[in-house]
């Protein structure tokens, strides 16, 4: 069975720094593309992130590009969103995802349960 | 700049056959268009996939389609448990950046 446990959220200051972390299992990790979505208070689903098989091709939203860094330890079967000079609007609920082995990469076929990220002084 | 833009609600009575659109703009609409299911509390659920296809264990009430620069998710024989919001998805290849749309809530009357 396909999981993915999303750790790491909570509460950060503006400006602050905070990495999620998202453990897979079930499936062969370096077998597919994994992304980080994310849904602020009383809005809709927002792309946050991708990243191929490796790691050697990442694609991020405008409004984290240069802040924020996905990455992977296929070893370890995990994922990474490390979050940098976080701002208030970063507040949401962050999820991992699968990405089927399809192109375009926006068919996301298994998903966390979520983690909730705070930045609020 | 590329946008999907849906309704921001839908309604239906129980039984009933519902159409949810997603129209697109820029390079936004080379691509296939993904459909979500986001009931509240729960994580988001493939629908449809390469603008028609249905990931195993999606009932065939739920089906897409894809036309120039606009999509539509149909749901037909509606239930309870279909409440949720909806969100249409699709990349752009300029951008190199996944598009998700505003979402539409479907209520079941």
């Known amino acids: 069975e396909v999981q993915l446990v999303e750790s790491g959220g909570g509460l950060v200051q503006p400006g602050g720094s905070l990495r999620l972390s998202c453990a897979a299992s079930?499936?062969?990790?370096?077998?597919?593309?994994m992304t980080w979505v994310r849904q602020a208070p009383g809005k809709g689903l927002e792309w946050v992130a991708n990243?191929?098989?490796?790691?050697?091709?990442?694609h991020y939203v405008d409004s984290v590009e240069g802040r924020f860094i996905i990455s992977r330890d296929n070893a370890k079967n995990s994922l990474f969103l490390q979050m940098s000079s976080l701002r208030v609007e970063d507040t949401a609920v962050y999820y991992c995802?699968?990405?089927?082995?399809?192109?375009?990469?926006?068919?996301?076929?298994?998903w966390g349960q979520g983690n909730l990220v705070t930045v609020s002084s | 700049q590329s946008v999907l833009t849906q309704p921001p609600s839908v309604s239906a009575a129980p039984g009933q056959k519902v159409t949810i659109s997603c129209s697109g703009s820029?390079?936004?609409?080379?691509?296939?268009v993904s459909w979500y299911q986001h009931p509240p509390g729960s994580a988001p659920k493939l629908l449809i996939f390469?603008?028609?296809q249905r990931p195993s264990g999606i009932p065939n009430r739920f089906s897409g389609s894809k036309s120039g620069t606009s999509a539509t998710l149909a749901i037909t024989g509606l239930l309870a448990e279909d409440e949720a919001d909806y969100y249409c998805?699709?990349?752009?290849?300029?951008?190199?950046?996944?598009?998700f749309g505003g979402g539409t809530k479907l209520t079941v009357l």
């Open positions: 995802a699968r990405l089927m082995v399809r192109w375009p990469p926006t068919a996301f076929d298994y």
């Open positions: 079930g499936f062969t990790f370096g077998s597919n593309w």
């Open positions: 390469e603008s028609i």
């Open positions: 990243i191929n098989f490796h790691g050697s091709e990442t």
């Open positions: 998805v699709t990349w752009d290849s300029s951008l190199r950046a996944v598009l």
């Open positions: 820029g390079s936004s609409f080379e691509s296939h």
